[in-house]
């Protein structure tokens, strides 16, 4: 998938082509596009659908069911507490915009890295 590419700089905003995901990046967080499959048979990650990272999941898009799937899941496969995660945009819709609050732990910038490298793995690693 090589090495990320930078597209934009817009304010305090930067944006980035991680392996056809794009990428936000604020102050201390980073915002990706999902699109949900729900119902799916299993949760997976399926790879990337127009700059957004596709996802099966099994849970109903019912009562809030899928979302909260959607967040568990991102949260436990990128190592991450789930409330570092939130759905600000596409709440009922397939198309969702997540944002990752860094944790704090280390450097912003530190932190983001080591957050889009994780997200890398979960569609660069083989089925």
Same mark, same amino acid.
């Given at each position: *998938? ?10 305090? $905003?930067? $944006?980035?082509?991680? +392996? ?23 949760? *997976?990650?399926? +790879? ?30 990128? +190592? ?16 969702? $915009? ?14 983001? &890295? ?10 660069? &690693?083989?089925?």
């Amino acid at each position: *998938m090589g090495e990320p590419k930078h597209n934009k700089h817009s304010g305090s $905003q930067l $944006q980035t082509n991680l +392996g056809g995901l794009h990428i936000r990046e604020d102050k201390d967080s980073i915002s990706f596009h999902v699109f949900v499959l729900p119902k799916s048979s299993k949760n *997976m990650v399926v +790879g990337v659908h127009d700059g957004a990272l596709k996802l099966k999941l099994t849970a109903p898009p019912v009562d809030n069911a899928a979302n909260t799937l959607c967040i568990a899941f991102l949260a436990k496969s990128l +190592g991450l507490s789930k409330s570092s995660l939130d759905i600000v945009s596409g709440h009922t819709n397939r198309n969702k $915009q997540i944002r990752i609050s860094c944790p704090g732990n280390k450097s912003p910038e530190q932190e983001k &890295a080591d957050i889009k490298a994780k997200i890398l793995t979960l569609f660069a &690693a083989p089925a």
